[in-house]
């Protein structure tokens, strides 16, 4: 999804959850335990989407600060030129990060 709006000359945008206690973000811009953060080329240095976190170093009023949020808490990615993207669903269901959770049941589910 970051590819695609790259590659279209748009700007990524992420939405994250900060309530988890591993989210290094700079706290004067979370709102509602949320932060929106553009992560485009020209935004970011050393961007990493890895698969346990998005990570990257920006400039914040003129501070570098590096940025850790684990892959659980990105709500979404989206343009912001035409608000495109991909929502994730927030689910209560997911183990902690702890440890993998225990379950007979396979956990899939319909995703729109």
Excluded at 23 to 49: C, R, T, W
Excluded at 63 to 76: D, K, L, N, Y
Aim: proline content about 8%; some cysteine.
């Amino acid at each position: 999804m970051y590819d695609w709006i790259v590659d279209n000359q748009m700007t990524p945008h992420i939405l994250a959850s900060t309530d988890h206690e591993q989210v290094q973000v700079p706290s004067e811009f979370v709102e509602d335990d949320k932060i929106i953060l553009n992560i485009g080329p020209m935004a970011v240095q050393s961007l990493d989407l890895g698969q346990d976190a998005v990570c990257f170093d920006a400039r914040f009023s003129g501070t570098s600060i590096h940025v850790t949020i684990p892959v659980e808490c990105v709500c979404a990615i989206y343009a912001r030129e035409n608000g495109q993207g991909m929502m994730f669903p927030e689910d209560d269901d997911l183990p902690p990060a702890t440890g993998p959770a225990k379950s007979d049941r396979p956990h899939l589910r319909t995703v729109k």
